[in-house]
């Protein structure tokens, strides 16, 4: 398939009421998407990693009621699953598309990660621009700008996620669904490879 971007169709996908019918939208429309962003980003992100990676397209096969509000396709360096590890995703809310380098709640090494956020916390900010945003939970839409973050509460998130199961740690951009579905499939590509670029470092320190 040819790759033309992401349409306000595809985001409202996540307004169809009932699982089935909301999951029949996703299959149809967005997984081709996502599958084509697995296999385009999969070699480029191994190259730059220097770690052969593997992407997992979201199949929500555990839900039997609440349709999915978000989809997604993770890169890990394993062939099984993308949970236990530090992974990149490309996905999409109702609001926005998100391009997260993340450690969530299930990853054994995110306590140590955690420490090595608070160790160079002042490094990462000189890495890390401004408009790049911040999260400790990967089941929710909203994140914070890192220069809204004051470097107390930056590193109150790296030691969350050393002392809270369920903490997680994410970063990345977010694009409004309003920029997305200005851009062309190249366009978009362009913005995911910058920001994967801008988030190796943090890959790096796990």
């Not at 890169?75 to 598309?97: C, D, M, S």
């Not at 890192?146 to 694009?175: P, T």
């Not at 490879?193 to 320190?205: D, G, H, Q, V």
Request: aromatic share 12%; charged share 25%.
């Amino acid at each position: 398939m040819k790759f033309n971007g992401f349409t306000q169709e595809d985001f409202q996908v996540f307004t169809i009421n009932g699982l089935e019918d909301r999951m029949t939208a996703i299959q149809e429309q967005i997984r081709p998407k996502l599958d084509y962003l697995g296999d385009h980003f999969a070699p480029t992100l191994s190259a730059s990693t220097g770690m052969e990676m593997f992407y997992h397209v979201a199949k929500h096969a555990r839900r039997s009621v609440n349709p999915p509000d978000d989809t997604w396709v993770a890169f890990a360096n394993n062939k099984r699953g993308y949970k236990q590890h530090p992974h990149f995703q490309i996905g999409l809310w109702e609001t926005h598309v998100f391009i997260w380098f993340a450690m969530i709640y299930e990853a054994p090494k995110k306590v140590e990660f955690g420490k090595k956020v608070e160790e160079n916390a002042d490094k990462i900010r000189s890495m890390i621009p401004g408009h790049f945003v911040w999260s400790g939970d990967h089941t929710k839409p909203d994140a914070t700008p890192f220069s809204s973050l004051s470097q107390d509460e930056f590193i109150a998130l790296s030691e969350r996620v050393q002392k809270v199961k369920k903490a997680e740690l994410l970063c990345g951009l977010h694009l409004d669904r309003d920029t997305v579905v200005r851009l062309n499939g190249d366009e978009f590509i362009q913005e995911v490879n910058s920001a994967f670029e801008t988030l190796l470092p943090l890959y790096k320190m796990n």
